[in-house]
């Protein structure tokens, strides 16, 4: 085979027009097309031009190695003999360089073409091969184009339909039935069969097209929709049709805080709500992807609010202080995180646990409504974090945090008491009353298992690179980290939490302000009644705990203001805007506004005395069992005795769910009472004298508060501590108690934390 020539005379086609080459100058070429125009182009220019072709050369290609390789053995060998003797007719010579003289039927010398394509087709036509001049002159042109891949029997190189030769009309109607069943609940093949049946009836008539056979129905509906997802079970199909258009970029972080995964997903254990009301419990955590470290997680009862998810936005810039009663070795100080550098920039740190402290850049969220909500956002935006959605129903848009919502079950859920399984073929009996943890208690558990054994268990996407072989922990991969990217403090300001709770646009009046059939005065908005804000609405901006109505906080022209409920009085136990809707659909109003919001704020009262008491129907017990469990997380805290300036805010939770700070402790209490434990005589029935309600002096609920102190600032009195009330249960055992599971003395205290946690350990649920 020749190389085409490029000479004065040449035709060539180039930039869609046919030029001929006139004369060649070093490296350029000077053409002239069929309109007498001229032009003079750079050789290496001409060649590389896509649309770049000699007219009448013969096109030039690499023969498909890797398709000859898949043809059949007999096939290969078929295309091999013909290519020996298209050359020998071509060049008298089977293989080319070969050193003796041609046979003298193929001698180019001595006869013309068409005598040697004659002579090879009467040659192959004795061999057992017909075959004619015209044949060879066929596949001698076939080569010339394709090379050897031109002189493969088309037959066998054919591809193959996946539905062979199934009537394209049944096709259709098959992908129409997969089509329409895409987002329908999972049904079986023979489901998918009748209604085939039934498309090609409505579409043919009836017995003009057959459907196939059971065996040949089942192959064509495999062949057609294993590739595109549209078979499996609806969240398969539902996952495979929300993702988007491939290729995919995976999901890199360099620095902590780079991408923060936040994901919610019920809890595999039962919890106590209150007055031995057991519910389930909803988790939301914080993971950050460069150092796989949990920054925040929290619980509350089922039901996500906004609250919740930007809650976490405060802890993961707040140190997680050390707990009463937690290992030394869970410290900050006692970590591999370079505590006396950290300290010297932010002291928060002193006394913090070891878990890292990160502020996020960018929060990979899901398309739920909290995540999404202009709250959620709107506090991301306060704080300098970029929310980036992932596509609907995509779970693997955001693997990491779903990965670690396993884990958790498999290494802290299965081990509590009241585990439920993951579904309920996995589920035990009479798991209910197994569950003996509250909702504050099985928190404190979370935390110290998050700090005793995820912080410090290596995991084997963390390399470090001076060390691809050692798998890092998260903590040892947050201090490899930090020394490169820095670490800024970013403590949080009163002001700061109150902005991350949910906003609402409203109006001063003369009554106050009406927020969901409740009313809000005080004072503080006299100057500003009948006002419009400077806001473009006009509307005053109105910031609310849905886990505590009691107040609302105003932002006025010299800052925030909290104003409280005018029934607050009323209601002397704790609730939630979920237990008020409860009332609010089941008292019919009578009369105006103001006395049916009386009559609401009294309804209230008697039904969270009534299931106190244990009395009621069982709806309303699990309502004030979930008020009482949400708004025990949502009291505010004692702030730590002599703090310096930068940890004033942090010290209150403002009601934010999950923000513990450690009440103040005199020395006794922190050392005595912790290490004493309980003894069997502590049973909540015959609680010692300095405990309320069954609990000692240092386990006391978080809600409902004894004369919970007002918050710096705060206009509204402190609240009473309500009479009839009782926790659910009594508290874990603390160390050294019998049958309290005894700690190991291990380094990282993992074996402790889960003997701690575990149904031997655990207490008996009061009835």
């Known amino acids: 085979m020749t190389c085409t020539v490029l000479e004065p005379g040449t035709q060539l086609r180039f930039a869609q027009r046919t030029w001929t080459v006139v004369m060649l100058e070093g490296p350029r070429a000077r053409l002239v097309d069929a309109d007498a125009s001229v032009a003079t182009v750079l050789v290496n220019y001409l060649f590389a031009a896509p649309d770049f072709e000699v007219v009448g050369a013969p096109r030039r290609g690499v023969a498909p190695c890797g398709l000859l390789e ?38 180019p010398a001595r006869h013309s073409m068409a005598e040697r394509e004659a002579a090879k087709a009467a040659e192959l036509t004795a061999a057992g091969q017909p075959a004619s001049a015209v044949t060879v002159r066929r596949m001698r042109a076939r080569y010339r184009e394709q090379g050897l891949w031109g002189l493969v029997d088309g037959r066998a190189a054919r591809r193959r339909s996946p539905v062979g030769r199934a009537d394209e009309r049944v096709i259709a109607a098959i992908v129409q039935a997969l089509e329409a069943q895409r987002d329908r609940s999972t049904g079986t093949l023979s489901r998918l069969r009748r209604m085939v049946g039934w498309i090609l009836e409505d579409a043919h008539g009836v017995g003009v097209v057959e459907v196939p056979p059971v065996t040949t129905f089942n192959r064509l509906v495999h062949a057609l929709a294993d590739g595109p997802g549209l078979l499996g079970t609806a969240a398969q199909r539902c996952r495979h049709s929300s993702r988007p258009a491939p290729p995919f970029t995976p999901t890199v972080a360099l620095r902590p805080g780079e991408t923060v995964m936040l994901d919610s997903t019920p809890l595999d254990v039962m919890v106590v709500l209150a007055d031995g009301v057991t519910g389930s419990a909803e988790l939301t955590i914080a993971l950050d992807v460069a150092t796989r470290s949990i920054c925040a997680a929290v619980l509350r009862p089922v039901g996500t609010r906004s ?48 878990r890292p402290v990160i502020m996020p850049e960018t929060v990979v969220v899901d398309q739920g409504s909290v995540f999404v909500s202009a709250s959620f956002v709107a506090a991301c935006g306060s704080l300098g974090v970029s929310v980036q959605p992932t596509p609907p129903a995509n779970g693997p848009a955001k693997g990491h945090v779903e990965r670690t919502f396993r884990t958790i079950g498999d290494r802290f859920s299965q081990y509590v008491a009241g585990y439920t399984g993951s ?98 005065d005080h004072e503080v908005l006299n100057p500003h009644r009948r006002h419009r804000s400077t806001a473009g609405d006009g509307m005053w901006e109105v910031h609310h705990n849905p886990y505590d109505p009691h107040q609302i906080w105003v932002r006025l022209p010299g800052g925030w203001e909290e104003v409280p409920w005018i029934h607050r009085e009323r209601v002397n136990l704790p609730f939630t805007d979920f237990t008020w809707r409860h009332i609010r659909a089941t008292v019919e109003r009578r009369g105006d506004r103001d006395e049916h919001e009386q009559q609401l704020a009294q309804a209230l009262d008697r039904l969270l005395r009534r299931a106190s008491n244990g009395e009621g129907s069982r709806r309303e017990r699990t309502v ?69 309600d069954g ?40 160390r050294g108690t019998e049958g309290g599971g005894v700690r190991a003395a291990d380094h990282t205290g993992r074996l402790a934390a889960v003997r701690r946690y575990s149904p031997a350990a655990a207490p008996a649920r009061r009835r």
């Open 423 to 520: 579904d309920v073929t996995q589920r035990g009996s009479n798991v209910e009353d197994e569950a003996c943890w509250t909702l504050p208690q099985l928190q404190d558990l979370l935390d110290e298992w998050l700090v005793a054994d995820w912080q410090h268990r290596p995991h084997t996407s963390l390399r470090h690179p001076l060390a691809p072989k050692l798998a890092l922990s998260p903590n040892e991969m947050w201090a490899a980290l930090v020394g490169v990217g820095g670490y800024v403090p970013v403590p949080l300001s009163a002001d700061n939490y109150i902005e991350l709770m949910p906003i609402k646009r409203l109006g001063i009046n003369d009554y106050g302000i009406r927020f969901d059939y409740r009313t809000y």
């Open 307 to 354: 609250v919740d998810a930007a809650v976490l936005l405060a802890q993961m810039a707040t140190p997680m202080r050390m707990r009463p009663g937690w290992e030394a070795a869970l410290a900050m100080s006692r970590s591999v995180i370079p505590y006396e550098r950290l300290v010297s920039l932010d002291g928060r740190l002193e006394g913090a646990a070891a």
């Open 70 to 107: 898949e043809l059949p053995e007999p096939v290969r060998e078929r295309a091999y003999a013909w290519e020996r003797h298209v050359r020998e007719v071509e060049t008298g010579l089977p293989a080319p360089g070969q050193a003796q003289a041609p046979r003298e039927e193929f001698d």
């Open 695 to 734: 609990f000692p002096a240092h386990e006391q609920p978080a809600a409902p508060a004894a004369q919970s102190p007002a918050r710096p600032g705060s206009t509204t009195p402190p609240r009473r501590q309500p009479s009839g009330s009782s926790p659910p249960c009594r508290p874990r055992p603390r």
């Open 624 to 692: 004030a069992a979930r008020a009482s469990a949400a708004a025990a997380l949502a009291q505010p805290a004692t702030p730590l005795p002599e703090s310096p300036d930068f940890l004033t805010a942090p010290t209150l939770s403002y009601g934010l769910v999950g923000a513990f700070i450690p009440t103040a402790l005199d020395e006794a209490d922190s050392e005595d009472a912790f290490e004493d434990g309980w003894d069997e005589d502590d049973h909540p029935l015959g609680a010692p004298d300095d405990a309320v």
